[in-house]
C-alpha cells in the first residue's frame, strides 16, 4: 500500500506513456457485481465476482482497460434498500464507478489506442463506452490517477464548494470534517489559501498529525476521544464562519453549537448517515436560527462548465508548492475492491483512495 501526498502535478508527464498494447489473448473480463443488499457495515459477502468475454466496440465506441477504481463513500448510499435516490444498486448489478481506464482500441475520432481516460464504466477490468461519455486524462497536467480525485470529482468539489459558495476570508475560521479525506484534505488546503483559520476533524490521532504537518491544517480534532464540542470551543475562540459538512450525524452537530453569526454550513456529504439503517438529520438545528445563519446544498455538476479553470488553478498551486494532491493507492484486483471498500468506510484512507488494477503496475 503506497500513501503520498503532493503529486508531481506539473512534473514531466506520467511515465505510463502511450502504447497499442491489446488485450492479452487468454483475458476475460472480471465484472464485480452485487450479491446482497447490505445493513450495517459492507463488506465482501455483499459482493461477487463474475467473468465474461472482453466485448467488442462499436462505431463510436472506445474498449477501454481500466487501471483505476475510486472509492466512494455514496456508493453505500446506493446499495441501500431504497428507492429515494436517484441511482440504486441490487443484487446481481454491476457495481457503479467512475474509472481511469488507457484505450485499448478505438471507433471514434476523438480517441486513440494509449489515451487515459475518466470512464463511468463500473467496477470491471474492461469496458466498452461510447466516446461522447469519456474525458481525456491531460496526463501533462496531473498523473491519471489523479483525475479521479485531487483534479478530479473530489478536488473539484473543495474547489467550487470554497472558492464559489463559501468564499472564507482571512478572518475567518472553517472547520472542515471528514478533513483527512478526498474532499476534505482538499477543501481544508483551499481554506487555507484563502487565508483562513482551518480546523479538521477526522478519525484518529495520525490523521490529526497529518493534517497539522503535512497538509497545513491549524488544528486537527479526533471525533472519535474526548469532547468533540469543548474541543471546538478551545481550537476556535472566535466561533466557527463556515462549517464544510462531508459526514454530518454527531460530528454536524457539535459543530452547530459553536456558530458564528452568519454563518454559513455547506453540506457536502452525509458519510456517516450513507449506511444507517433510518437517517438522522441535525439535532442542533437551532443554532442556525439564533445565530442568523443558513444551511445550504451543494452539488459538484452545477459546475462542470468551469473544470478547467479550477485544475489551471490548482496545477499553479502545485507548482509554487502551496498545494498537496493526497492519494491512498492500495493495489489488487476486482475481487479486492469490497474489502477495500469496507477499510475506506473504516477510515483506512489519507486523501482520495483508488485500488490500481493489475494492468496499471
Ligand atoms: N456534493 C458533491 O457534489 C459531492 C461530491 C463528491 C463527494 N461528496 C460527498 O463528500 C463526502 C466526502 O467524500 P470523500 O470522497 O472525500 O470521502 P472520504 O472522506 O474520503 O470518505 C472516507 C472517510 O469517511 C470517514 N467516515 C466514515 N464513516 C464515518 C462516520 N460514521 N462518521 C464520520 N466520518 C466517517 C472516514 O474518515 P475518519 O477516519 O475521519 O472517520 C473515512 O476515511 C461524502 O459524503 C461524499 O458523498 C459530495
Known amino acids: 500500500m503506497t500513501a503520498f501526498t503532493g503529486a508531481g502535478i506539473n512534473a514531466a508527464p506520467f511515465s505510463e506513456g502511450v502504447t497499442t498494447?491489446?488485450?492479452?489473448?487468454?483475458?476475460?473480463?472480471?465484472?464485480?457485481?452485487?450479491?446482497?443488499?447490505p445493513t450495517g457495515e459492507v463488506g465482501p459477502e455483499h459482493f461477487e465476482v463474475r467473468e465474461v468475454e472482453i466485448p467488442t466496440p462499436g462505431a463510436g465506441e472506445v474498449l477501454i482497460e481500466t487501471h483505476y477504481l475510486t472509492?466512494?463513500?455514496?456508493?453505500?448510499?446506493?446499495?441501500?434498500?431504497?428507492?429515494?435516490?436517484?441511482?440504486?444498486?441490487?443484487?446481481?448489478?454491476?457495481?457503479?464507478?467512475?474509472?481511469?481506464?488507457?484505450?485499448?482500441?478505438?471507433?471514434?475520432?476523438?480517441?486513440?489506442?494509449?489515451?487515459?481516460?475518466?470512464?463511468?464504466?463500473?467496477?470491471?477490468?474492461?469496458?466498452?463506452?461510447?466516446?461522447?461519455?469519456?474525458?481525456?486524462?491531460?496526463?501533462?497536467?496531473?498523473?491519471?490517477?489523479?483525475?479521479?480525485?485531487?483534479?478530479?470529482?473530489?478536488?473539484?468539489?473543495?474547489?467550487?464548494?470554497?472558492?464559489?459558495?463559501?468564499?472564507?476570508?482571512?478572518?475567518?475560521t472553517v472547520v472542515v470534517n471528514g478533513a483527512a479525506g478526498a474532499v476534505g484534505s482538499m477543501a481544508g488546503q483551499f481554506a487555507k489559501l484563502a487565508g483562513a483559520r482551518v480546523i479538521g476533524i477526522c478519525g484518529s490521532d495520525e490523521k490529526c498529525r497529518w493534517l497539522e504537518n503535512e497538509l497545513g491544517f491549524d488544528r486537527a480534532i479526533n471525533y472519535r476521544k474526548g469532547d468533540l464540542y469543548t474541543q471546538l470551543v478551545d481550537a476556535a475562540p472566535n466561533r466557527i464562519n463556515f462549517v464544510f459538512d462531508n459526514v454530518g450525524g454527531r460530528v454536524l452537530d457539535e459543530s452547530l453549537r459553536w456558530i458564528a453569526m452568519h454563518a454559513k454550513v455547506l453540506l457536502c456529504g452525509s458519510t456517516s448517515q450513507y449506511g444507517a439503517e433510518a437517517m438522522a438529520g441535525p439535532s442542533q438545528y437551532i443554532w442556525l436560527g439564533t445565530m442568523r445563519a443558513s444551511l445550504q446544498g451543494f452539488v459538484i455538476f452545477d459546475y462542470e462548465q468551469r473544470y478547467e479553470e479550477a485544475r489551471q488553478?490548482?496545477?499553479?498551486?502545485?507548482?509554487?508548492?502551496r498545494l498537496k494532491l493526497p492519494e491512498h493507492v492500495i493495489d489488487g484486483d476486482v475481487g479486492d475492491f469490497p474489502a477495500g471498500f469496507r477499510d475506506f468506510y473504516r477510515g483506512a484512507n489519507y486523501g482520495k483512495m483508488l485500488l490500481r488494477l493489475p494492468a496499471a503496475r
Open 313 to 321: 488553478h490548482m496545477a499553479r498551486w502545485v507548482k509554487e508548492g
Open 21 to 37: 498494447m491489446g488485450t492479452g489473448r487468454n483475458d476475460r473480463n472480471k465484472q464485480l457485481l452485487v450479491r446482497a443488499t
Open 71 to 172: 472509492m466512494d463513500a455514496a456508493l453505500r448510499l446506493i446499495m441501500r434498500n431504497s428507492s429515494d435516490f436517484l441511482f440504486r444498486l441490487g443484487p446481481g448489478d454491476l457495481v457503479r464507478n467512475t474509472v481511469v481506464g488507457r484505450v485499448v482500441t478505438s471507433n471514434h475520432a476523438g480517441f486513440a489506442p494509449g489515451d487515459f481516460v475518466v470512464a463511468h464504466t463500473g467496477v470491471q477490468t474492461y469496458a466498452v463506452a461510447k466516446g461522447e461519455e469519456l474525458e481525456k486524462c491531460d496526463t501533462s497536467l496531473a498523473p491519471a490517477s489523479a483525475w479521479l480525485g485531487p483534479v478530479g470529482v473530489s478536488g473539484l468539489t473543495a474547489y467550487f464548494a470554497t472558492f464559489a459558495e463559501c468564499r472564507p476570508q482571512p478572518c475567518d
